[in-house]
């Protein structure tokens, strides 16, 4: 999947201020992400890889731990409310990359990170570099969105054009094959199959709009859709007897270790 990196970073930037507040699913995952994630009493170096606002940072940052947590998203304005929101206090920001990590090896005794490495645009340079970090024996944790995720809205928009509308998403194999030729052994896939629920189209595609989540493909179509093709696209859309309609979402949590 090709994507416009520029237009990722100006998409997420200008999500930030709005993020928090529609958020819901994305903050249902990290919560699980965090609780299912086994953490050795050994860990003192965390990084939180698209970080965005900062939550898997702010409840890593437990008082009752002391990590030192580095906190790194490639849209700057993210960045900068995470850094507002959490301070300072055992948390570093990073302004980076995931396909080219501005960091030295062996840094990390574990890593985390959020439904955020869907937005790669090359996931086993992205892999490679998490294990370049990772201290050996070092965790990787994340979720992620798995192959189904929008698929109501990627056959509606089907039946338009034949524009790219909705992000390619990896399906668990292939994933699993990804982290194993990247180095990572005693992989954990598991799989979570959610659906959310909407009034209308209009609602859904708002929500997405709001937590960043553009279709930045270089497939996209660069024109304006016409009022024409957006009606199109809503009447292909299923509806629930109630007129309302549902998004399926498949969300995939890995654990994977770099061995010693
Ligand atoms: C859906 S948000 C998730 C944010 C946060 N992890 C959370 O749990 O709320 C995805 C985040 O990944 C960041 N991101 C996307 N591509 C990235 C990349 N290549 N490198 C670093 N961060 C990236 C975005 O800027 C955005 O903040």
Redesign the pocket.
Known sequence: MLLDKTQ??QS?SAASSAYDAL?VL?REV?LRLLQSAEMKSGYRRIMD?????G??SANLNNENRHYQITA????YS?LSLARRQNGLKNIHYIC????NLPLLDDRFDAVF????LQ??QDLPQ?LSELYRVLSPGGDLFFSTFGLGTLSELKSAWSEVDDYTHVNDFVSTEQLADLLSVAGFENIDIRVEDKISHYDSVMELMKELKG???HNVTVGRKKRLTTRGQLQKMIQAYPKRADGGIVASYRVIYVNAVKLL
Do not use: Y
């Open positions: 990722l970073k997420f958020a994305q990290g890889l698209g970080c965005g606002t939550f898997i790194l998203d490639i849209a993210m980076g990359d995931a396909e990170s959020n439904v955020a937005w790669c992205a937590i960043g989540a």
